[in-house]
């Protein structure tokens, strides 16, 4: 039940800097999520979190308190390592009881506890295994029972659920919502789970390179991106990007032009005024372009890949050079090869600068 | 109560015996022996020493009849047994090399156990018999010869073991029979440049090293008991080496006279080298122990106790003045030759330092295992001597 | 050496063993074996000259045939050196050291083996400020002979009073065994993935709690190597025994010492190797049994990547 | 710079220093203090026992002036570089096929490692004995009538020192065995399977992979090597006393020569210094090295 | 280009049977994908068919060649390993190359076939690093890029995406799709994202507790389940089971009653005759649930959770006890504690046996 802060945090390995003053509030009992391509320095930012990193510069609080130099002992911390760091000597009942013992917990609280976690987990039928004698994922089970038996102030999760199936992944999101509102504790959660962010998170941070690029609610982070490389890296298939420009100012209103497209843009709500002639980037998700009757088309394409997802399906369109991904429900998917015309929804489209960026 | 704690080097089956002697004798003056042996000199003298640097000295140590204890007597960390000494008219029955080193500035340091000589001659009579050699040689040419009547008849002419104090003891051997007592003197006592550099000194490195000619091709190495086995296996005619070897002979049941022969020198008025051993006392005020040091001293140097102790040590006693009818024939011949003040001869290390022995001793073997010309090696001992 | 690599290729360590019982036959494989009988040959002459010397008597050893087969095979030697041979006053044999050997090896070992392990543990993972030069200079002191600095260290054991005691022997062994055990065990630690330390420490793990319950358990291996080492060197200690542990403690080494070293005095060469084997026979039950703690994989499941 | 400002001292590294006190202590008195002593010693004239006079740098001119010791110097690096290779070669080499599940691992194992319990006084008569040519390999298999086989190293000048070597790896290399069959045992299995399926042949991966992975145990064992190069005594004495005459003296030898039977412990002390001087000077830029690379692999001092 | 069929397989470890009996035929060229609970024995399958594990007893045959007992390296096979296994001491570079080199590749081609794999998977600037200076999802690549390099004739992919984010994922999962339809290799995939299954699986084989449950294509599998459990185990959120019985055939038509919920059956493509009476479980996707105007419901519920997922949103209802979840178009969600009606299309269910729970 501690805030986390992070102040202007510079860490290097070897030569390179890794994360440049970063910033970073996580309130109280929030549950953040981090998000961010591969290698962009989340691991980094969790381990410096724990005081597993020495901070080059900057400075660390956990509930108020400097930590920048505590020990890790000392930080109130539970952690998952995104490469498990199991003790191999032990079997898993005694690497899920460490902690607790360490901290002289007493032994039928220890027991309730590992008794907990493991059904959670569904590690019952292990306990005894040595982690050698277990699989990938049930390792990962096991990185995670050690951090959630003890009822830290703040959670640090590294992508935790990345090889277990769906259906446990799903069961255990639910179970660790559910923690996270009885513990109340803080947690910051790395995932490539669009679905476990989105489900998850009070707030997502998305990190690129070191940086924090934006921080919101989910549907903030997911519905106004702050800017292209944001509104890019969530959603999958990922948004759809026109280049354009923007026309002039008609009926009070302005569109978007460029090639055999044009979007009303009447509701978009500008950060700042328009400046027609500007160079922008048009992007809209899959899922608001819809597959309609030639009628109230915005556009026409033609079909080049059909993807089924099972609920749904992808459906890949060439739009004279552009390419287009459109969601479409499941059995309704055109054949390849067949000319269809699409609706593009302007309420929710977002603007970019074609130079910076950013949103607009 | 007169408990004596003694560090000796006497370790093996003869000098368990020899030691046990002493021991009884000890005892049965009213003393208690307390035995700590610890094999090789330089261990046991290791050991002596930092017993003493620890403060927890033994009543007795055993050194070398030697130079080796005078830097701890220069310390003063060792007792006098004057009183003993003067009571048993030790300046009158001992002999002077051995007085030169227990008596230091007036004082005696050491009591002197028993008296080895390093150069002996062992030869097998088989072999001498099959190169039809009639007698001992008494001569350097007649040694030479029966070398030479050796190695036609197909045995190794001399047993030698190629380690440096084996090949220093030799040379030893040589110069104090082939050069004589006084080149011998000349070179190790005073030291004297112009004998060094001398004519005779010079072929006594010759003759030396002409030895080696006489020696088997396996001798580098050897230890002195495989060189004598040489002997008692008929292998082998002549070994020099000290009288402790007559205990190998002895154990291959061979004796003196019969299957091996043996000769102090060469010829009648050959010298005798005399070494030894001693023990030394480290200081002590602790009156027992004083009174256990003086009782060691007074049973050790008894006739009957040095007796028995030289029979099993296969040395001789350090006095003369006493009964040789059970000793063995060397020992008998040895103890005649002691007779003669005239003949005895201190060994090397009597005279120099260790640190200077050492270094004569690394020329020695330097020149017997190299073709170093023997100019070189005048020139090397020369400035060895001089410290 | 082309039979000997070809013979690694097609034999490895975790091969699925029923796939080994098909490939035992593989030229390969033989090359292997060739290399390790040659190499056997090539460790155990010695061994054999030894042991057929010790029961020879001495008659036979001096015809000097050192390879023949004893004429007259006598188990004599061994008697004589395990209860007879003399070792000064006492005709006892080599027995007289044996429980003092004990008492010494036993607790050495294991306090500088602690002590290695403690020193290599705090060097890799908690890397104190100054101790990798503290570290560079106990490695310097490895290389020091011992006997130079001999009179200092008897002056100062004597001045606590652990000259001459158990605990002096102790000390000494551990003092001059820490170098290499610290290295050892250092070396070992650094083969160890970082973050199971890191998980330890998030676990509240002090000091000494992740040196105890996870760094020991993972350093089996590596504690057999040291075990070696020190059981051998500190049972075949000979210097340090005799001049630290006083009289009343004299290990086996030096009646062993005592058999078998000799200036002038004869040499029963029988005697000697018999004794020589004896005393021996401790480290080489230590190296038999210890096989069975050399385990693979300590670390496997540890880390995923 | 951002790494200037020095990091506040922890409290948890509290019990790591204590832990590290009998490690600062024996460095401290055992070693900085005795070593001390001993380099004062060496400036000394002490012999048998330590005087405190000053003599400058006497013994070392000495020293220096005294063949034996340049002679002992050479020998020691040729020693040294063959023992240590012979050695690393010999025990890796059999590590490795001790590794490959062999029957009667436990038996080649003790095999292997039982030189290295048994007490040179012993084992190297038995080495003079087997060496010389008078009486033992030479003269053996000349008698199987190869009359010109020819195997008399521990009588040559030359080739003494080989004698000593062969006869100092054969006690060794056990050892250097164990502590590589400790490193290949720790490494990951997994490693194993991808280099098989890669279809890498076992000896490449043992020369690309394995074997840098046992750096730790190299160095391990590089040092442990070092410390008996430095410190080679037994085998010498047992087998050769040193010679064919001073052929293969050795510095540990003349150190004890004059500490024990020459009874000049200034001249040991000033040798035993210069050896420690030589060998700081060998290691001081392979730990300073190490050092450096420590620091770049685990940057900011992970932890 | 090789097919893969194991017979009769029967794999311990320790002393329990991992696999048991398993059989499994992939064709020549296919893309197989395996998909089954964490450790029900699917890397313990990859393994035994690379030859890394001793089989204990039936048949491996790759390309018709029986190689139960061949060498790894003679059975032409490429492999991402779960845990990596990457060669600690090598660079990335070398690790991509090492296999290559020891072939004796050509030393041109290596480098372009290491290039290739390095920038499809964004590893070029890291090729000097060392695995140790990696992130997770960097040597997840390497790993990859490793098996890619090779040529083999069946590759093998263990959870090769799981550490990468969704973006990387996708393009990853598309040049794989290619480099399939280039190299024409057989390919077993094990993955736990269902995204991944559908798109790039010829077929899917999904395993439970070491036996193959379903072996089929995609909407085989995903549509028209086998049993229970694979209905379950695909679908995020899982299928929805409704326990009931079927009704009396009326009108020609048999119909499944449960507790205030009849569904016409009439669609149904029953295996074996309905039984009126018997015991069964109707499952229904979320997608297949929509939240209707109260005309056409089959059924009415509470809405007690609402779990927006960027795209859509899952609905999760109350039903006098039953839990049904439903997707729902972004921005249509009602709000929790709101009554609403659903509809379920009878088209789309699946029929299973309540006691031997296979596909009726
Ligand atoms: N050495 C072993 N001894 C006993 N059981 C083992 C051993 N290794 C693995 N297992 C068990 O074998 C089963 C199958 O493991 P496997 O790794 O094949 O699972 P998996 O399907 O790959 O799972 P995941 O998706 O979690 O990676 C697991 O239940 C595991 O616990
Ligand atoms: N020891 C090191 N030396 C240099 N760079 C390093 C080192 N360790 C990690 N890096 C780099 O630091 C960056 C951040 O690594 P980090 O593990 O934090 O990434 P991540 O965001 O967790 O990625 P992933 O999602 O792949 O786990 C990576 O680009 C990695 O290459
Ligand atoms: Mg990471
Ligand atoms: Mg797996």
Redesign the interface.
Known sequence: MSSVSIHAL?????AAPILESLDLQVREGEFLVL?????CGK??LL?SI????????GRIEIGGNDVT??????RG???V??????????NVERNLS??LR??GVERHEIQRRVQRAASMLQLDSLLDR????????????VAIG?ALV?QAQVFLF??PL?????????ELRRELKQLHCELGSTMIYVT????EA??LASRIAVMRAGRIQQIGT??QV?DTPANLFVA???????MNFIDGELGPRTDDQVSFIAHRLQVPLGLYPFLQCPQPGRKVVLGV???HLTLQPPGEASGHGTVTLV??????AIVWLDDHGRRLAV?A??GQEPAPGAKVAFHLDPARVSLFDHATQQRL | QTRAEVIHWWTSGGESAAVKELAAAYKAAGGTWVDSAVAGGESARAAAINRIVGGNPSTAAQFNTSKQFHDVIDAGLLNHVDDVAQKNHWDKLLPAPILNSIKVKGHYYAVPVNVHMPAWFWYSKTAFDMAGIKEEPKTAEQLFAALDKLKAAGVVPLAFGGQPWQEKLTFDALLAHLGGADLYLKVYRDRDQKAIQSEAFKQVLLSFKRLKAYVDGGAAGRNWNDATSMVIAGKAGVQIMGDWAKGEFQAARQTAGKEFGCFPGLGPRSPYIIAGDVFVFPKTSDPNAIKAQHLLAATITAPAAQVAFSNRKGSIPIRTDVDASAMDVCAQQGLQVMKDASRHLPNPEMLVSPDIAGVLQDIITKYWNTQQPVDEVVKAIGAAVKG | MSTLTTGLSAARPALPSRARRRRTTTPARWGLYAFLLGAAAFFLLPLYVMLITSVKPMEEIRLGNLFSLPVKMTLEPWAVAWAGACTGLQCEGIRGGFVNSLLIVVPSTAVSIFLGALNGYALSFWRPRGGQWLFGVLLLGAFVPYQVIMFPLVRAFAALSLFGTLPGIVLIHTVFGMPVMTLLFRNYYASIPAELFKAARIDGGGFWRIFLQLMLPMSLPIIVVAVIMQVTGIWNDFILGLVFAGRDHLPMTVQLNNVINTTTGERLYNVNMAATLLTSLVPLVIYLVSGRWFVRGIAAGAVKG | MNRTRRRPVRLHRWAAYTAMLPMAATVLLAYVGTVAWSVRVSMSSSRSLPVDDFVGLAQYSRLFGSDRWLLSLENVALFGVLFIGACLVLGFLLAVCIDQQVAGEGALRTVFLYPYAMSFVATGLIWQWMLNPELGLQASVRSLGFEHFHFDWIVSQDKVMYAVVLAAVWQASGLVMALMLAGLRGIDDSLWKAARLDGIPTWRVYLNIVLPLLGPSIATAVVLLSVSVVKVFDVVVAMTQGGPGVASEVPAKFIMDHLFGRSNIGLASAASTVLLLTVLALLAPWLYARQRAARREAPGGAR
Do not use: C
Not at chain 1, 130 to 141: A, D, E, T, W, Y
Not at chain 1, 162 to 170: M, V, W, Y
Not at chain 1, 192 to 195: A, I
């Open positions: 510079n860490i290097r390995l070897g998000l961010g391509p591969s290698g691991s980094t381990h724990a005081g597993l990193l020495d901070v080059d510069e130099w505590a020990d890790p002992k000392d911390i539970g952690m390592f995104q490469s498990y760091a199991l003790y191999p000597t032990l460490f902690g360490i901290a040595k982690p050698s004698q277990l699989s990938g994922g049930q390792r990962q089970r050690r003890r590294d992508e990345s090889n277990l199936d769906a259906k446990l992944r799903a490539h789970d669009q679905v989105m489900t989910p549907s997911y890019g890296f969530l959603g999958s298939p990922s998700r899959p899922e993807e089924p997802m099972g609920s749904h969601q429900p499941a």
